[in-house]
């Protein structure tokens, strides 16, 4: 199972990026798909996953009304839409996938120790 995250970038302060994350191969036709952030000196924090399941989200409380996580399932493909970006979300984002995770939303998608298939990471830069 590879992951390949895409679309990071350089943005100015209130502007919006559109994360990209493809995954080659899929055993289960519901996963989680977690979006984790990494900044310099921070440790990966967990901001928004999705049950591609049934396409349920969550969203931690620093991100929510401004990120949105959704699927392609014809692409094999889990966005995270970024607006309003401030200066304090740069940071290396990466994308996960459990293939054993719980079926209902809680605290637990945003967990980084869960999620077994990580991508390589794509910086998200807002200055």
């Known amino acids: 199972v590879q992951l390949v995250e895409s679309g990071g970038g350089s943005v100015q302060p209130g502007g919006s990026l559109t994360l990209s994350c493809t995954i080659s191969t899929t055993p289960a036709p519901g996963y989680c798909v977690g979006w984790f952030r990494q900044g310099p000196g921070q440790g990966r924090e967990g901001v928004a996953a999705?049950?591609?399941?049934?396409?349920?989200?969550y969203y931690a409380d620093s991100v929510k009304g401004r990120f949105t996580v959704s699927q392609d399932s014809r692409k094999n493909t889990v966005y995270l839409q970024m607006n309003s970006l401030k200066p304090e979300v740069t940071a290396m984002y990466y994308c996960?996938?459990?293939?054993?995770?719980?079926?209902?939303?809680?605290?637990?998608?945003?967990?980084?120790?869960?999620?077994?298939?990580w991508g390589q990471g794509t910086q998200v830069t807002v200055s």
């Open positions: 996960a996938a459990d293939f054993g995770c719980r079926a209902y939303a809680g605290s637990w998608w945003l967990s980084r120790f869960d999620y077994n298939y």
């Open positions: 999705i049950y591609t399941g049934d396409k349920s989200t």
